[in-house]
């Protein structure tokens, strides 16, 4: 097949030829300048793309699911939508990254530099007095460490302590926080309820329903892990909080609420974490989700 990848503002071919596909042309041109590359839409499972220079390249909507990119130089380059499921971004440079509602699901970030990176949709972003948090919907990187959400939350505290000297404090003060966001990003509960079945995943006696504008079933309040899943039709009624507009509305309240948190300045961090927490419950309360 023919392949031909264009600049993305000026339409200059970068690279062009008869490869097998445009993952076998990438391959082949592995010290290619892709930086502002048109790669919209590409199908680039399982590419080797390690160390790649893709600064600004245009990445909307490219499937990159289980793609090597450990080391690459993604900064500023534009990854709406992308299905970065599985993907390999260890020591990957995503400062100023546009990854709105990209899929990082099982994506390995250890290391990777998120520094001013657009995460709405796709996972969150906290900084905090020691360490930086970043959640997705699948992991949890805290500081160095990188676990899954189910771990994270399983540790006990001879293991968190483990990781450092404060980081059994820190941790008790931002477990909580950290459970409420993630249970308003995970799960969109519009409606809860509770059985008594056990969890298969971690044994814990008691699973939750819950729905949301188009999916419902039982999770697991202990681990997270979802169960019994089904489609549902959506009711539209004005207590429906699962809409985009709604969900965006919740991310620009906890944002502007933290921001007004720390321009306010002279608070402890006890005073902090508090006033964080408060956020959070205000916000979910709305939602119905508390």
Same mark, same amino acid.
């Given at each position: ?13 970068i690279l062009s ?6 993952? !076998? ?17 590409? !199908? ?23 793609? $090597? ?41 250890? !290391? ?12 969150? $972003? ?10 997705? @919907? ?35 003060k931002w477990k @909580? ?40 079933? $039982? ?65 979910? !309360? ?5």
């Amino acid at each position: 097949m023919n392949v031909e990848i264009k600049h993305k503002i000026t339409g200059k071919v970068i690279l062009s030829g008869a490869y097998a596909s445009i993952t !076998d042309c990438l391959d082949k041109n592995r010290d290619a300048d892709l930086r502002d590359a048109d790669l919209s839409g590409a !199908d680039l499972r399982y590419a080797n793309l390690r160390d790649a220079d893709l600064e600004g390249a245009y990445l909307r909507d490219a499937d990159l699911s289980d793609t $090597y990119l450990s080391g690459a130089d993604l900064r500023d380059a534009d990854l709406r939508d992308a299905d970065l499921s599985d993907a390999d971004l260890r020591d990957a440079d995503l400062s100023g990254a546009d990854l709105r509602d990209a899929d990082l699901s099982g994506a390995d970030l250890r !290391d990777a530099d998120l520094s001013g990176a657009y995460l709405s949709g796709a996972g969150l $972003y906290l900084q905090t007095e020691i360490w930086n948090i970043l959640v997705t @919907p699948t992991h949890i990187r805290i500081g160095c460490e990188f676990h899954t959400i189910e771990e994270w939350f399983r540790f006990d505290d001879e293991k968190i302590g483990n990781m450092d000297s404060k980081a059994l404090d820190w941790w008790t003060k931002w477990k @909580p926080i950290l459970e409420l966001m993630i249970a308003k990003q995970r799960i969109g509960v519009i409606e809860m309820s509770t059985n008594d079945d056990t969890c298969d995943n971690c044994g814990h006696v008691g699973l939750e329903f819950s729905r949301d504008m188009g999916n419902a079933g $039982y999770f697991c309040g202990e681990c997270g892990k979802f169960a019994q899943a089904e489609k549902v039709e959506d009711s539209g009624s004005e207590a429906d909080f699962g809409t985009k507009d709604k969900q965006e509305s919740w991310e620009e309240a906890f944002v502007t609420g933290y921001w007004n948190l720390w321009d306010n300045g002279n608070k402890t961090t006890d005073e902090m974490l508090s006033g964080m927490l408060e956020i959070t419950k205000s916000i979910l !309360d709305e939602a119905g989700k508390v």
